[in-house]
């Protein structure tokens, strides 16, 4: 594995290339893809990063599709929501 310190964390691989501005932003972008989300179906905290955009429960073996580098986006909340409110105005 790679070797990493405290400060920089999981951009540690990157040495004192790219800038140290850079490289705390793609800290906060690689801590959130690889960390664990909880499962919506299942509601344990298994789920995990397939590829871009493809996430997958290991309990439930539920595949959702979401974002590039967290499991759902702001504009995916806003648009369920959009849907969610539509949805309300036509049955009422």
């Not at 310190?5 to 540690?12: C, D, L, P, Q, S």
């Not at 705390?24 to 995990?48: L, N």
């Not at 595949?63 to 369920?80: L, Y």
């Amino acid at each position: 594995m790679a070797k990493r310190t405290v400060k920089a964390g999981i951009t540690g691989k990157y040495g004192t290339r790219y800038g140290s501005s850079l490289r705390r932003q793609i800290k906060k972008i690689e801590v959130s893809q690889h960390s664990r989300y909880t499962c919506t179906f299942c509601g344990k905290d298994t789920v995990k990063r397939q590829a871009v955009g493809i996430w997958e429960c290991k309990s439930c073996k539920k595949v959702i599709a979401g974002g590039a580098w967290t499991v759902s986006t702001t504009a995916a909340a806003t648009v369920r929501s959009t849907i969610r409110r539509l949805r309300e105005m036509t049955e009422a």
